[in-house]
């Protein structure tokens, strides 16, 4: 990789000396042009020049101070010599010739650049300048440095492998996944193994998962274990300006992989490149890009070692053909990470950070529901960062769980805000805390606050006690009506309502419209899948599979849904007004609280209700 590099350095200095040599070479020909020429005629010993002068025979005479100029009498045009004479007219008086009695004769300094002569050397300049750059930009496009004859060249980058810091050992999470590509780096490390017994590996690999969890990542461990070079670029990379400059990087990139073999081959966001054809809005040069690709993974040789891995958050999108066995015959979907998952990611990135040792990585774990791997690195870095600002030498829970809440809801914002619109939200919140703690299935309240975040006035927020990756109905409504708690607490104080609950709203009607259309939780309806049918365009405008009347039915349902789930809130908190009332004034005075405070003011208060 040095030796390349260093060759490529080598070759940019020789052309940068090469178009320096040729510019000199331009101006000093430029120069000489237009300089009023020494050799302006035949050139003659000054001898014979003084003879002709004596024998009448010259028309004209020039002399200047090293040379002189004659035009004879027959119009012929000659030059002479002078060396270095003290003076110009010297070696003439030396020679008997009294220059006083020539009309004919001037005496003039050696010529210089006339002001016209200069602009045009200028000017030759500036086209001498221009042209450079134009072919230096020339050079530039299609990256890589290589000139317009280089367009199609491939912008990968290419990394050994061995020398990939990156190890499956240094990847937490993931063990599902990395199970699944431990056979590949088997193979590029032992492929006599496979072929002796008739085994294909794999040609490509499709790396599925959401942004940040470790697609990138994975690919980069399978190379550095497997110790073979490492061809990294991106699906964009393949598109420009000209047609056929994507495919023409396609080909060369598989063929500098070809001659590294084994190789692996990493396209990240291949979706860029990648789409259905016929069913999208794809332009002529990215559909021959596509194509190239699909030819290049079915001429590779069984014998040649590239492995084409490639990733995506958009596996819907991409072409049938792109997945068919003989191209990309295995898909590894990389999910979140679960709690023990997320607890080992956090260990992890916590090693080269100085740790509260009594701090709950498990409580933390639980904490970040929903947080891929990159979150939850985000989210130590951000501690760091505030623990620093704080002028303290360690990471505490508290510095970790503002980060949490900041990677999620954005950093706290200074706004003034009136009395009565703090006691609106201290309502809203409270109500979101106090109807989620009286239903089924909720998760506990692990804070509440009225600190504007973001767009958001306030969060209630809750700390799962395990990871949920089956709903049940009776989970789906209970998230409904506690939405809807903070719009009923408004509902029932205040007798009034505000904007602060619409992405409650419009949160709800989509759990609400997909119980109804996709899980087939309607009583009404029945077991039912209703949606669109296969994408007719790029933008997903395809057609309904239902009727307008069904149409009309799932509304009602999904009506329902919610305003049973709204009139259950209103319920609650008319119930527990006072409990409400207390748990709001703690938070106009406190603007936090946490979870163990808030059970203390539900329980402390409904147990002195009942006795």
Do not use: C
């Not at 009023?36 to 005629?41: F, H, Q, R, V």
């Not at 020039?62 to 010599?81: G, H, M, P, R």
């Not at 975040?453 to 409904?480: C, E, H, V």
């Amino acid at each position: 990789m040095n030796k390349n590099n260093n060759s490529k350095k080598v070759s940019k200095k020789n052309n940068n000396f090469l178009w320096i040599f040729i510019i000199f070479v331009i101006i000093f020909f430029s120069i000489y042009l237009f300089l009023p020429s020494i050799n302006n005629g035949k050139t003659i010993p000054i001898s014979t020049m003084i003879k002709d002068l004596k024998d009448n025979k010259i028309k004209s005479l020039t002399i200047y101070q090293t040379y002189a100029d004659a035009t004879l009498s027959n119009n012929t045009k000659v030059t002479s010599n002078l060396g270095s004479p003290t003076s110009p007219t010297s070696i003439f008086t030396s020679n008997g010739v009294d220059l006083s009695k020539y009309n004919n004769i001037t005496i003039s300094q050696n010529p210089t650049l006339s002001t016209s002569d200069i602009i045009t050397i200028l000017f030759i300049l500036v086209i001498v300048a221009s042209t450079w750059y134009t072919i230096r930009q020339f050079r530039t496009m299609g990256g890589g440095g290589g000139g317009i004859f280089s367009m199609g060249e491939s912008k990968a980058k290419l990394f050994i492998g061995s020398k990939q810091s990156i190890r499956f050992d240094g990847i937490a999470g993931l063990s599902g996944a990395k199970e699944e590509v431990v056979e590949i780096v088997d193979f590029l490390k032992n492929p006599k193994k496979y072929s002796s017994l008739g085994a294909r590996i794999p040609k490509g690999v499709l790396l599925v998962g959401p942004p940040g969890t470790g697609k990138t990542l994975l690919a980069k461990a399978i190379a550095g274990e497997s110790g073979v070079p490492f061809f990294s670029t991106s699906g964009s990379e393949f598109e420009e300006m000209l047609v056929g400059a994507g495919a023409s990087r396609v080909r060369d990139l598989f063929s500098k992989a070809r001659k590294a073999s084994p190789s692996i081959i990493f396209i990240d966001e291949i979706d860029a490149v990648a789409r259905k054809r016929g069913y999208s809005i794809n332009s002529s040069h990215t559909e021959q890009t596509l194509n190239q690709i699909l030819v290049e993974m079915d001429g590779f040789d069984t014998t040649i070692n590239v492995i084409v891995i490639a990733a995506t958050n958009r596996p819907d999108v991409l072409d049938s053909a792109l997945l068919r066995p003989g191209r990309f015959d295995r898909t590894i979907v990389l999910g979140l990470p679960d709690i023990e998952e997320r607890k080992n990611i956090l260990k992890l990135h916590s090693k080269n950070k100085p740790i509260d040792s009594s701090l709950d990585f498990d409580k933390i774990a639980r904490r970040t529901i929903g947080f891929s791997g990159a979150d939850l690195e985000n989210v130590l870095n951000e501690a760091a960062i505030l623990t620093a600002k704080r002028n303290k030498t360690v990471i505490t829970e508290d510095e970790i769980e503002e980060a949490a809440t900041k990677v999620v809801m954005g950093p706290a914002r200074d706004s003034v805000r009136t009395d009565q619109e703090k006691r609106i939200v201290s309502y809203h919140e409270a109500g979101h805390a106090l109807v989620s703690k009286f239903l089924p299935e909720s998760d506990p309240v692990h804070r509440i606050s009225i600190v504007p975040r973001g767009l958001s006035g306030g969060a209630t927020m809750y700390l799962p006690t395990q990871d949920n990756n089956l709903y049940t109905k009776t989970k789906f409504k209970t998230m409904i009506t506690h939405m809807f708690g903070g719009r009923a607490a408004e509902k029932i104080v205040f007798d009034d309502i505000t904007n602060g609950a619409s992405d409650d709203i419009k949160k709800a009607s989509q759990m609400a419209r997909k119980m109804v259309t996709e899980f087939g939780m309607s009583d009404t309806i029945g077991p039912i899948e209703f949606g669109v049918e296969e994408d007719s365009s790029y933008y997903g405008n395809g057609e309904k599979n239902y009727s307008e009347k069904t149409s009309a039915i799932i509304d009602q349902e999904v009506s329902t849904i919610l305003n049973d789930a709204y009139n259950k809130a209103l319920k609650i908190l008319k119930d527990n007004k006072k409990i409400l009332d207390a748990i709001a004034s703690k938070l106009i005075q406190d603007e936090v609280i946490e979870g163990d405070e808030f059970n203390k003011i539900v329980d402390s208060m409904l147990n002195g209700s009942e006795a």
